[in-house]
């Protein structure tokens, strides 16, 4: 991701989340160290991105996929892509929270081995749980 993608990043994230991240909060991860913001492209098109940081412990902050381009494999390739990150950063898990009512999101994570270690109840600002989720073990990334 570069700034030159912002308006289309934050077009999708706009469209995609009832409380989306602002430009800013794009522009200061691309800024902060320790910090992974990873767009993929379709025919030189933003279709996904990715925004993940830590220090030890990987955290997935934020990942969407445009809707018509879903079940293609590419929020995978994502995650796959930021485990080179991790594993250079020495990091050995990756964890996340996720809307306990997301269950497609949920799906998504536990089909990539990530497992719930417990809940946050109403961490949301409308009072919803986050389910926390972590895998251990990095894997080495799919081609
Ligand atoms: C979650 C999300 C990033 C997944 O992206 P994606 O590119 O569609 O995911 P993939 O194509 O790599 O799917 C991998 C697997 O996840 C599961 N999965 C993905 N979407 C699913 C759905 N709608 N229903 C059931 N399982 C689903 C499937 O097991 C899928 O494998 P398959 O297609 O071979 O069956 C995408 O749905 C999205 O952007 N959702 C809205 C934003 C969001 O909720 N982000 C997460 C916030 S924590």
Redesign the pocket.
């Known amino acids: 991701m570069t700034e030159d993608d912002l308006d289309r990043v934050v077009e999708l994230e706009r469209a ?2 009832p409380e989306p991240w602002s430009r800013f909060c794009f522009l200061a991860g691309l800024r902060r160290p320790r910090t992974i913001c990873l767009v ?1 492209e379709v025919e030189e098109q933003v279709k ?1 991105y990715l925004v993940v940081w830590g220090n030890g412990e990987l955290h ?1 902050a ?6 018509e ?11 796959a892509a930021c485990e080179d990150f991790a594993r250079s950063s020495g990091c050995r898990s990756l964890c ?4 306990e009512s ?4 949920r ?6 081995g990530f497992v719930q270690t417990c809940v946050w109840q109403g961490y949301y600002s409308n009072g919803e749980n986050a389910v926390i989720m972590e895998r251990k073990a990095i894997r080495v990334a799919p081609g």
């Open positions: 995609i989340f993929a996904g997935i934020n990942i969407a996929v445009a809707s381009a879903r079940r293609q494999g590419i929020g995978t390739r994502l995650v996340l929270e996720v809307r997301n269950a497609i999101a799906c998504f994570y536990e089909g990539l």
